[in-house]
C-alpha cells in the first residue's frame, strides 16, 4: 500500500502544477481549496496507514474550508495543516522510495532465508530488512505528518472552549430540571400536605373521624414528598454511589432495570475508587444506556463493562439489539457526551442497523 501511494504522489504532482497555475492565473482560483482538501485525504490516508502499522494514531488538526472562494483560498494558504501535508508530501516524493528497496527484498529473502534460516538453522538476513525498511519509513511519516506542538495546543483549547460551552449548558438545563422537579413534585405534594393539615386543625373538634382522615391523607403526602425528593437528590448525586462505590451502583441499576445485564467490573469491585465526578458521570451513562436498550433495543440483555485502563476508567454498554441508535433521535445521547465531555472525556458510539450497538466511554483520571 506505501509503494502504491509513493507511486501516486509522482501522478499527483500534475494535479498540484495545474492548482498552481489556476491560482496564480486567477482564472481558476477554486481549484486551490479543492486540491488541498483532496491533499488532506491522501495526507489523513497515510496517517492510517502509518498508523495500522505503529499502532500510535497521528492527529490531524485542520481549518475547515468554509465561506467564500477568496476566504477559503485564504483559509487554505495559511492553515498549518496545509505546511504539514505538503512538507510532508514534498519529502515523501524522495523517502518513499525506500519501499522501492523493500519489495525487491522479498523473492530475494524467500530464496536466501529459505536456505540460511530454513535449512542450516540460521538467522534471517534479508527479509528482516523489510521489516526495518518499513518501520524507518513509517517512522518519517510519523514525524513529518505529526502536528506542531503550537497547533496540537491551539486545537486543544479550541476543543476545551467547546466542551466548557457544552458544560455550562448542560449544567443551565440540570438546573432547570431541579427547578421543575421540585416545582411540579415536592413543591406540590408539599402544598397540597399544608392545605390538609389546616383542614383537620378545622374540623378537629366537631369532626374527630374526618381530621384523622385528612391527618391519614397528610402522612401519603409526606411519603410522596419524600419520594419526588429522593428522586431529585438520586439526579444531582445518586446517595448509592457514596455508599456502594460505582461497582455497586450499576449492580444495583442493573438489577432495576429488568434486563439480564452481564457486568464485568475490571476489579474496581476490590475497594478502588475513582474521583466522585468520574464515578458520576460513569454512573449517568450506563444509566441512560440501559434505560435506552430497554426503550429502544427489543432486546432482553446487555452487556457492561467496566475497565481501569491506565489514563483513566473505560465503561462499555453492548446490546444485540436492532441498532440505529444517533444522537439526535431523543434518546439522550447528546446529554451522555456533554457530560463526559465536561470531564475531558471521549465517547464513541457504533450502532449500525440491525445491531449491535456499542457505547465505549474512557474517562481520564488519577488511579
Not at 495545474?18 to 491522501?42: D, Q, S
Not at 458544560?167 to 397540597?192: K, N, T
Not at 397528610?218 to 445518586?238: F, M, N, S, W, Y
Request: glycine share 10%; net charge positive.
Amino acid at each position: 500500500m506505501a509503494a502504491v501511494m509513493a507511486f501516486g504522489m509522482w501522478i499527483f504532482i500534475t494535479v498540484l502544477l495545474i492548482a498552481a497555475v489556476g491560482t496564480v492565473t486567477v482564472v481558476c482560483a477554486w481549484l486551490l481549496p479543492e486540491t488541498v482538501l483532496m491533499v488532506r485525504r491522501i495526507a489523513g490516508a497515510k496517517r492510517g496507514l502509518t498508523a495500522r502499522w505503529t499502532g500510535v494514531k497521528i492527529p490531524e488538526v485542520y481549518e475547515p474550508l468554509t465561506g467564500t472562494v477568496r476566504e477559503r483560498v485564504l483559509k487554505a494558504v495559511r492553515d498549518p495543516g496545509t505546511h504539514t501535508d505538503m512538507r510532508w508530501m514534498l519529502a515523501y516524493w524522495f523517502y518513499g522510495t525506500l519501499i522501492a528497496f523493500a519489495l525487491p527484498l522479498w523473492p530475494v529473502g524467500l530464496v536466501v532465508d529459505g536456505v540460511w534460516c530454513g535449512l542450516l538453522g540460521r538467522k534471517a538476513i534479508a527479509l528482516p530488512m523489510v521489516v526495518r525498511l518499513a518501520d524507518l519509513e513509517a517512522d518519517w511519516s510519523t514525524a513529518l505528518l505529526k502536528p506542531s506542538p503550537q497547533v496540537l495546543l491551539a486545537a486543544r483549547v479550541q476543543n476545551l472552549a467547546a466542551t466548557r460551552a457544552d458544560a455550562i449548558a448542560s449544567h443551565g438545563a440540570e438546573l432547570r430540571r431541579i427547578e421543575r422537579d421540585l416545582h411540579d413534585g415536592a413543591q406540590a405534594q408539599l402544598v397540597a400536605l399544608s392545605m390538609r393539615i389546616g383542614l383537620a386543625k378545622r374540623v378537629y373538634d366537631r369532626d374527630p373521624e374526618a381530621a384523622r382522615n385528612l391527618l391519614d391523607e397528610a402522612q401519603v403526602q409526606v411519603e410522596k414528598a419524600l419520594t419526588d425528593l429522593r428522586h431529585v437528590v438520586r439526579g444531582i448525586h445518586p446517595p448509592i454511589l457514596t455508599d456502594r462505590g460505582l461497582v455497586g451502583a450499576v449492580r444495583a441499576l442493573s438489577a432495576s432495570s429488568g434486563l439480564t445485564v452481564a457486568l464485568d467490573d475490571g476489579g474496581l469491585a476490590k475497594g478502588t475508587r475513582v474521583p466522585a465526578a468520574v464515578e458520576a458521570a460513569a454512573y449517568f451513562v450506563v444509566a441512560e444506556s440501559l434505560t435506552n436498550i430497554t426503550k429502544y433495543s427489543g432486546v432482553s440483555r446487555a452487556e457492561v463493562q467496566l475497565v481501569r485502563a491506565r489514563r483513566g476508567l473505560q465503561v462499555r454498554i453492548r446490546d444485540e439489539g436492532r441498532g440505529g441508535a444517533h444522537e439526535a433521535g431523543g434518546s439522550g445521547l447528546l446529554g451522555m457526551r456533554r457530560r463526559v465531555a465536561a470531564l475531558d472525556g471521549t465517547m464513541q458510539m457504533t450502532s449500525p442497523l440491525g445491531g449491535p450497538t456499542l457505547i465505549e466511554v474512557e474517562l481520564p483520571c488519577v488511579w
